[in-house]
Structures are given as C-alpha cells and as structure tokens.
T-cell receptor, first 118, second 111 residues
Framework: AQTVTQSQPEMSVQEAETVTLSCTYD???????LFWYKQPPSRQMILVIR??????QNATENRFSVNFQKAAKSFSLKISDSQLGDAAMYFC???????????????FGKGTHLIIQP | KAGVTQTPRYLIKTRGQQVTLSCSPI?????VSWYQQTPGQGLQFLFE???????NKGNFPGRFSGRQFSNSRSEMNVSTLELGDSALYLC??????????FGEGSWLTVV
C-alpha cells in the first residue's frame, strides 16, 4: 500500500514571502498522480495543483509550483508571494494511475497547517 | 458550473441509528468517491463509484455502504452508528477519475 508523509505539522511565513511544504511518498508503482489540496477553515478541499508521474516537467499554477523528484519520491509545494488567503491546511495526496482495479482512491498525508503572518 | 453538492451539511444522530448522505457531482462527472475525515485518522478513502458500479473500496466495515444512480448522484449509508463515526464526510467527483473535486462535506455527529 502507498503511504504519504508530510513531516511539517505546521509552517509559518510572512506575507509576500515564499514557503515550501514538504511531502514524501512510498510506492512500488511507476505511474501515478500526485496532488496538493488546500483545506481552509470552511473545510472544503480545494485542488491546488496536480502532477503526473510520467511528466518530468514540474507543474505550475500561478503562484503555486511543485518540485517533483521521482527517484527520491518527493513532491514539495512552493507558494510564492504568500497571501493571507493562503492560510489553510495543505494536504499532499497520491493516486494510482491504474484506477478501477481495487486501488484505494486518494491516499492523503496528515497535512501541514500553513500560517501567514501579516 | 455548479460544484459538488452535498446534503445535508450538518446532522446529529443517536448511536444505533442509521444515516444517509447525498452527493450530486459536477455536471458530466461520472465518477463519485467518498472520504471520511477525523482528527485522529485524517482523511480516509471509503469508496468510489463509476457509472453505478463500485470500482474501489477502502478499509471500512460493512456498515458503510454506498450507491450511485443513473444520473451519477450518489448516496452513502452508515448503519448502526457508533460514536467513532462522528466525522466530516467528503464527497468528490471526477471526469477522468484522476482530477478530483470535492464538495463542502457533511458533518455527522453521533451522540
């Protein structure tokens, strides 16, 4: 079974600065998807960014980018120019490429609580 | 375009009762999945449906069940509720099975 580890329970950053959230995962599969989700106090899970394992290029969405290191099984999220609205829990998640074969949906890490200091 | 809609948003049930939660996916999405979120266990996958068929199932007891209708709407049912079933239940939908969008969740409190 796959596991996802987020080693930083909480991170704090000054508004307008850059912060990087860490995520490592363990899998024996070669094809899979990785995600970062944001969960604000409203508790709705919001998709931030998605990465396909077969793509070498790191995904980018506006101020959000990832550093995907497949050999190291590492998938960190960089948030540039942090804004107050970025404050939330951030979850790293894994999904097998081959869905429908009894795979276990999304596997989530425990989350990182991101605090933005004004 | 409307997002994933879950009803009810909040509910309180008594131990031993059963509960049914409903989820309407994003229009055109045929895959619906359910997750349970608790402070202790975090986010855990319950099950996934695609075109009315259960495609994947997480490690939950048989008290947890679900179904999907021909219009892709889904329900999950928990029978013989236990205190430990108190949680946020999140429904998600997907067009391709791999980019997954979540609803706002249903808060279940078991007393």
């Amino acid at each position: 079974a796959q596991t996802v580890t987020q080693s930083q329970p909480e991170m704090s950053v000054q508004e307008a600065e850059t912060v990087t959230l860490s995520c490592t995962y363990d899998t024996s599969e070669s094809d899979y998807y990785l995600f970062w989700y944001k969960q604000p106090p409203s508790r709705q899970m919001i998709l931030v960014i998605r990465q396909e394992a077969y793509k070498q290029q790191n995904a980018t969405e506006n101020r959000f980018s990832v550093n995907f290191q497949k050999a190291a099984k590492s998938f960190s999220l960089k948030i540039s120019d942090s804004q107050l609205g970025d404050a939330a829990m951030y979850f790293c998640a894994y999904r097998s490429f081959y869905s429908g074969g009894g795979a276990d949906g999304l596997t989530f890490g425990k989350g990182t609580h991101l605090i933005i200091q004004p | 375009k409307a997002g994933v809609t879950q009803t009810p948003r909040y509910l309180i049930k008594t131990r031993g009762q059963q509960v049914t939660l409903s989820c309407s996916p994003i229009s055109g999405h045929r895959s619906v999945s359910w997750y349970q979120q608790t402070p202790g266990q975090g986010l855990q996958f319950l099950f996934e449906y695609f075109s009315e068929t259960q495609r994947n199932k997480g490690n939950f007891p048989g008290r947890f069940s679900g179904r999907q209708f021909s219009n892709s709407r889904s329900e999950m049912n928990v029978s013989t509720l236990e205190l430990g079933d108190s949680a946020l239940y999140l429904c998600a939908s997907s067009l391709d099975g791999n980019t997954i969008y979540f609803g706002e969740g249903s808060w279940l409190t078991v007393v």
